[in-house]
């Protein structure tokens, strides 16, 4: 499946197409291709440094890239403005490889924050039931007066899977979600990201380097190697898989 | 909410703190300067300022009553003076007042005084042009003085060739011998000659003070500030004027006297001795000399006068225990 | 040598780049000040951090250069026989430039270093990007609300700060000698005039506006890693601290040419 047809359905939430990115003289990106469907998440496994976050962080907007198109919701991300742009983030979730929780803020104003930012006109009760519903989804309810410092690391981590949670996205997008969390907590967190894609029906794209992450969150797993998808399949493809590349990935 | 309502309430304290002393010293300021609250402009002209600026004090009597607002030129001659004074001066201020141009102490700044003169006169309207004086620098004082010092030099060169004119007039002489007048003649010059050499000393010194003082010796600190001492000067050096003056004006009636005389005795008809006799014109002579006494006495009082004054005394009374110190030394000697 | 030449002009041409940048960055703060909406609420806590927890500590430094100076200044002052130009002289001084220069130098270590490192460290840790996808524009919320509330709050510290200084001169004059509050602040307010003031207030918003743009430039261009938070924190006391007597510089000589002094 190396280098797929992109196939534009009814089912399909965003597509990256020729995406070339390059910083100075480094090459990150150089004609990526990818697609996602309705449900289904995928993991982008590569090296550290190899443009994976460079990747979504082109489809949010937050990075313009060099060449390429991407498309979300059948809408070119790299024409918009900045109204339109923001539109579109409502639906796209974004967790953070560092969480990104504001740290002068309590748990409650974190999470009522894109709440309040992306549409004016709701009332207090609407908001603060939100809240209250996002941090149950991630059973962290009791924390909503603390403050961020207050927090553990795998904590933090949910309550900002809660903030991205809040707006009811139909594409999530994790950063290296596991990284920085012991084995059970790292756990915990997975089996989270499934819950919610069982849920709420999202689709999620998620960064990783983490196996234990890449085994259990996706549904198909690409490879992203020279700025290019290497390969995109499933799990037990990849493990048997005779490509030196892959093989050097699955190794043990 | 509770939290982000008590610290607006604190940043608005802090905001309007910060509005309120910064209005407060803008407003105290504008107080100062006249720029707030009642006040009516007086006007005066100069033909010359002595680089008065806008913003320079008025004062009546020594206190601040307003500001000077601008300054414009009528012609090539003279400038006109707005003044910005205070409403509550306003039935203070007469007339007839004059304004002059003076300074804040010796080297300060400039101000314009406003002083009242006799006589009845309504308060000042808004727009009313007060009379203005010249002002006196230290430059005209010493030119006064100088000036005066030569015409006391001729006053009293004139006296001694009369004395003498009268000395060598056999017949004058033995006229005048035993009277009464020629001992008072006598005194009256010899006093007039000491009212002089005292005068040119004391004009002396004066110029010396002030050129120690343009050059910044001795102890300025009490000159600078001391606006009573310059306005001492001033009346010093007008007295001084004036006695200058009367002695002029009797030595010349003196001398037309003298000249009288000196003819009536050439001519050595008997009409010099019906003068003589005549008890009217001798009481005339008699009045005159008297006069020119008094005047000569005036003279003696101003010179001391200035030796009292605050701004001389010091010099004097170092002058005298210097004269003490000697007379003491001579004393001592054999 | 020759590598000592090209070194020299690397770094004036990083130096130049970093200015070009920097304006760069002033100018969108300009754009973006306009642009609605204005993120008011924002505004107001950063008016309160920046403001008014900056107060004692601005308080307090005043006060004490007040007296100090005033203090410093009495002998030579009592030899020249002209103590009771105390007042007029402390005052022109703190309103003309102590107070402001003061303030403005206090502000800059205390409130650029903490803008400098909360938003480089906002930078690092990725929150600046997670306030763009939450639809927030980041720059206005955290950059134009910040330098604002800075433009805004040094001037009231400032004032605040100067009558405090004022304060602290006739404690000053009173621990030798004996003047009343009425007599010494009669003096100050006549020595005086618009034109000391005006200028030097004028001159607290611009260094306000040095120190807010600055610390914000340097944290939101932060490097990644802890030790550029640390840097950004460092350099944008620095620069502001030079910016602060560069503007002052300045300030003196357009006041000047204007006639207003």
């Known amino acids: 499946m190396k280098n797929n047809e992109t196939q534009i359905s009814a089912s399909t939430l965003l597509t990256v197409n020729d995406l070339c990115k390059s910083f100075g003289d480094l090459v990150v990106l150089d004609h990526f291709n990818l697609t996602l469907q309705k449900n289904q998440n995928i993991v982008v496994l590569g090296k550290s440094g190899s443009g994976k976050s460079v990747l979504i962080k082109c489809i949010i907007g937050l990075l313009k890239p060099d060449s390429g198109h991407i498309t979300v919701f059948e809408k070119e991300i790299t024409s918009l403005n900045s109204d339109e742009l923001d539109k579109i983030r409502k639906s796209i979730g974004f967790l953070f490889q560092s969480n990104a929780l504001y740290d002068s803020m309590t748990v409650r104003e974190n999470l009522e924050f894109p709440l309040r930012r992306h549409s004016q006109k709701r009332n207090e009760s609407e908001v603060e039931k939100m809240v209250v519903q996002a941090l149950e989804d991630v059973g962290l309810k009791h924390t909503i007066d603390m403050m961020p410092e207050e927090l553990s690391g795998g904590m933090r981590k949910r309550i900002a899977l809660a903030r991205t949670l809040i707006l009811k996205p139909s594409i999530i997008l994790y950063d290296e979600p596991t990284t920085g969390l012991d084995p059970i907590t790292a756990r915990e967190i997975i089996e989270l990201m499934n819950t919610i894609k069982r849920k709420y029906g999202t689709s999620a794209l998620v960064i990783s380097h983490d196996m234990n992450c890449i085994r259990n969150a996706g549904d198909l797993i690409a490879l992203l190697w020279d700025g290019k998808c290497h390969v995109l399949d499933t799990y037990e493809h990849l493990l048997k898989s005779e490509d030196p590349v892959v093989r050097n990935f699955f190794a043990n | 909410m509770n939290v982000s309502q008590g610290k607006n309430i604190k940043l608005g304290t802090f905001v309007i703190t910060g509005l309120f002393f910064l209005i407060l010293m803008l407003y105290l300021i504008g107080k100062n300067k006249n720029l707030f609250g009642s006040s009516f402009q007086l006007k005066a002209t100069f033909e010359n300022v002595n680089g008065l600026e806008a913003g320079n004090n008025i004062r009546y009597a020594g206190i601040n009553v307003g500001t000077v607002d601008r300054l414009d030129f009528i012609n090539d001659t003279i400038i006109e003076v707005t003044m910005l004074m205070n409403k509550k001066v306003k039935h203070i201020i007469r007339k007839n007042a004059i304004a002059s141009i003076g300074t804040d102490g010796l080297v300060g700044n400039k101000i314009i005084n406003i002083v009242a003169t006799e006589g009845n006169a309504l308060a000042a309207e808004p727009g009313d042009f007060l009379k203005s004086r010249k002002s006196i620098d230290t430059d005209d004082m010493l030119r006064t003085l100088s000036k005066t010092n030569e015409n006391i030099k001729t006053i009293t060169d004139s006296l001694i060739y009369t004395v003498t004119e009268i000395n060598k007039s056999q017949v004058l002489k033995s006229i005048l011998n035993d009277t009464q007048v020629s001992r008072n003649l006598k005194q009256t010059i010899i006093n007039a000659k000491n009212a002089t050499s005292n005068f040119n000393t004391s004009a002396l010194l004066l110029k010396n003070m002030l050129h120690d003082v343009n050059e910044g010796k001795g102890n300025l600190g009490l000159l600078i500030r001391d606006t009573t001492a310059m306005h001492s000067i001033h009346t010093a050096v007008a007295n001084i004027d004036s006695a200058g003056r009367k002695i002029s004006h009797l030595s010349q009636t003196v001398n037309m006297l003298a000249e009288n005389i000196n003819n009536q005795a050439e001519n050595g008809n008997g009409t010099l001795g019906m003068i003589m006799r005549d008890s009217l014109f001798s009481n005339e002579i008699r009045c005159t000399v008297q006069n020119f006494k008094k005047a000569a006495k005036d003279f003696d009082e101003n010179m001391k006068a200035l030796q009292h004054n605050i701004f001389f005394r010091n010099y004097f009374k170092k002058k005298e225990q210097e004269k003490a110190t000697l007379k003491i030394n001579e004393a001592h000697e054999p | ?261």
């Open chain 3, 1 to 261: 040598m020759k590598t000592g030449q090209q070194n020299t002009i690397a770094k004036t041409t990083s130096l130049l780049y970093e200015t070009g940048i920097a304006t760069g960055f002033a100018f969108r703060f300009f754009r973006q000040w306009f642009r609605r909406p204005f993120e008011f609420k924002e505004f107001l806590t950063q008016c309160y951090n920046v403001g008014y927890t900056s107060l004692p500590l601005i308080g307090l430094t005043g006060f004490i250069m007040g007296l100090v100076l005033t203090m410093q200044l009495r002998p030579t002052m009592l030899e020249y026989g002209v103590a009771s130009q105390i007042p007029a002289i402390v005052g022109i001084a703190i309103i003309r430039e102590i107070g402001p220069v003061i303030s403005a130098l206090i502000f800059a270590g205390k409130i650029g270093s903490s803008i400098g490192a909360e938003l480089g460290s906002m930078k690092v840790t990725e929150q600046i990007d997670a306030m763009d996808v939450s639809g927030t524009n980041p720059f206005k919320f955290l950059v134009v609300s910040r330098v604002l509330a800075c433009t805004l709050m040094l001037p009231v510290l400032s004032v605040i700060s100067d009558a405090i200084s004022l304060f602290g001169a006739f404690l000053g004059i009173n621990i030798r000698g004996n003047t009343s509050f009425q007599l010494f602040w009669t003096e100050v307010v006549s020595s005086l005039s618009f034109n000391d003031i005006l200028p030097a207030f004028i001159k607290t918003f611009i260094f306000g506006f040095a120190v807010g743009i600055v610390g914000c430039y340097k944290g939101y261009t932060c490097n990644k890693g802890t030790a550029g938070v640390g840097r950004s924190a460092n350099s944008s006391v620095v620069v502001a601290s030079v910016l602060i007597f560069i503007i002052d510089l300045l300030v003196v000589q357009v006041t000047d040419i204007l006639g207003y002094n």
